[in-house]
Nanobody, 126 residues
Framework: QVQLVESGGGLVQAGGSLRLSCAASGRTFNSYTMGWFRQAPGKEREFVAAINWSGRITQYADSVKGRFTISRDNAKNTVYLQMNSLKPEDTAVYFC???????????????????WGQGTQVTVSS
């Protein structure tokens, strides 16, 4: 069992930056692929970014490429999402997720993820 706790959300103006963190419990963090997803009001949850166990393989949604960066620190059991040049359309609840079935790839399929955090709100004002 893995518990995930997100932090770092908040209110920011368009063009600003935020860094989200996701702290994971357990001693096998480096065996998981980690992902970030988001859900805006009235919309389905969507993929944002993913990173494999080593950090060498990452994947991003087209809407965030060049603006967001996912990274991880296995010594701290933490995955990060650096968000720059934020837009009002980035407003959503952001969720961290762990996939313990495919550590070698950075999957964007939410059905592959086994554990989810409670989410952190990000609001970007225009």
């Amino acid at each position: 069992q893995v518990q995930l706790v997100e932090s770092g959300g908040g209110l920011v103006q368009a063009g600003g930056s935020l860094r989200l963190s996701c702290a994971a419990s357990g001693r096998t963090f480096n065996s998981y692929t980690m992902g970030w997803f988001r859900q805006a009001p009235g919309k389905e949850r969507e993929f944002v970014a993913a990173i494999n166990w080593s950090g060498r393989i990452t994947q991003y949604a087209d809407s965030v490429k060049g603006r967001f960066t996912i990274s991880r620190d296995n010594a701290k059991n933490t995955v990060y999402l650096q968000m720059n040049s934020l837009k009002p359309e980035d407003t959503a609840v952001y969720f961290c997720a762990a996939d313990d079935g495919s550590r070698w790839i950075a999957t964007e399929d939410e059905n592959d993820y086994d554990y989810w955090g409670q989410g952190t709100q990000v609001t970007v004002s225009s």
